[in-house]
């Protein structure tokens, strides 16, 4: 299993982590299985939103002993109320089942205190009003009851106002290249409706959804991704909107490859599910590339824009090229390059600098990136 940094919390996650969504209902021993099995390939990031009781005391008992091997997101305003879910921003209610996570759990401290499922304007000014739950997450962190603040969403104009306004630390946002060809006021049932991939104009990535991405890398505001796969529907020629099945290989791929990507959490309910998923990490390259199936689909036209497949590779100057173009696309994408990019694009072993034109990049580019033209274009922005 490799490991990501956790954006500006400096925890480490593996790149693979576990949704634990489809835990709830399953007995304690099937429980116990998927978190041995987890644990024992490597993954350390849990989500676990569900305000199930009984879902929250298995994962507890399963981990006792373990706790300190994983991060876990544990949601706030997630609530159990007349024997079924409800979200809530009643702050009373919110602590109250917060709470009751970290006794069913038994821990007295969560890694990442996710505000839950921020997905409309209306809903964003009243979670990051004053006395708001951010206030909330905001005491809870100063208390050491969390160590990182986060919220979930499915709208990336909401993430992208909560992550301006500089507080949160992780973003666990719905990421796949079918959702990223839709418009940004796609409402979140609509993306379950095959109809909204049969919409005129839809080409490649919706620059809503980019400029998110760009915008988390540039406030070191890491991404844990949910629905990597489109609830399944990526893995099925029939149900995918590109008329073609992508492997769960691809799609995790596809996913780490975003800017600010940290780790995609697959939900399992067996351990030969986390075991597949998990097996991301010993597949080749070729076997992880998306770029041949999007490049030659025509919804997902990415003509001369840089996807940091890699695909371009090997340079003979050893070049990574991707970083190079990514790095190059957050300074042309902010007013001023910011200090971070400047110091990652530094930190590469090779630079702009170092590329002799030969064109083999360009000649292996399945979207047409002018890789050479660019390279000039981050010299001079880098300055070498």
């Given at each position: ?83 079924q879910y409800e ?102 049932d609509d993306l ?22 760009r915008t988390c ?168």
């Amino acid at each position: 299993m490799n490991y990501r940094t956790l954006g500006r919390t400096g925890m480490q996650a593996s790149e693979v982590g576990l949704g634990c969504e489809h835990l709830q209902g399953l007995p304690y021993s099937q429980v116990k299985e998927v978190v041995d099995a987890a644990l024992e390939c490597g993954i350390n990031i849990f989500d676990v939103f569900m305000s199930e009781p009984q879902v929250r005391l298995n994962l507890g008992r399963a981990l006792k002993g373990r706790r300190e091997q994983v991060l876990i997101q544990g949601h706030i305003g997630a609530a159990w109320i007349n024997g079924q879910y409800e979200r809530t921003r009643d702050l009373a209610l919110c602590e109250r089942f917060f709470f009751d996570l970290l006794e069913r759990l038994g821990t007295d401290y969560i890694d990442i205190g996710m505000l839950h499922f921020v997905d409309t304007a209306e809903d964003f000014e009243r979670v990051f009003a004053p006395g708001g739950l951010m206030d909330y997450a905001q005491q809870l962190k100063a208390k050491g009851v969390i160590r990182a603040i986060g919220m979930s969403s499915h709208d990336p104009q909401s993430a992208t106002r909560a992550v301006e306004t500089g507080w949160l630390d992780v973003l666990m946002f719905s990421l796949n290249p079918a959702y990223d060809l839709l418009p940004e006021d796609t409402l979140i049932d609509d993306l379950f409706v095959p109809a909204s991939y049969q919409k005129e104009g839809l080409c490649g990535i919706n620059p809503v959804r980019e400029e998110l991405y760009r915008t988390c890398e540039r406030h070191g505001t890491a991404i844990t991704v949910m629905k990597g796969m489109a609830a399944g529907s990526l893995l099925s020629a029939e149900m995918s909107p590109f008329g073609v099945a992508l492997t769960p290989a691809q799609c995790i791929h596809y996913a780490l490859t975003r800017p600010a990507v940290c780790s995609v959490l697959a939900g399992a309910k067996t351990a030969q599910e986390v075991k597949s998923s998990a097996a991301y990490e010993t597949a080749g390259e070729r076997e992880r590339d998306y770029s041949l199936i999007l490049s030659s689909t025509p919804k997902y036209s990415m003509k001369g824009r840089c996807m940091y497949c890699n695909h371009c590779l090997p340079c003979p100057s050893h070049i990574d090229i991707a970083q190079v173009q990514k790095f190059l696309d957050l300074a042309q994408s902010a007013k001023e390059v910011p200090d971070t990019v400047r110091a990652h694009y530094g930190a590469l072993e090779r630079h702009a600098q170092d590329c002799i034109a030969c064109g083999s990049c360009e000649g292996n580019c399945p979207f047409s990136v002018p890789v050479i033209e660019r390279m000039e274009q981050a010299k001079e922005i880098f300055g070498f």
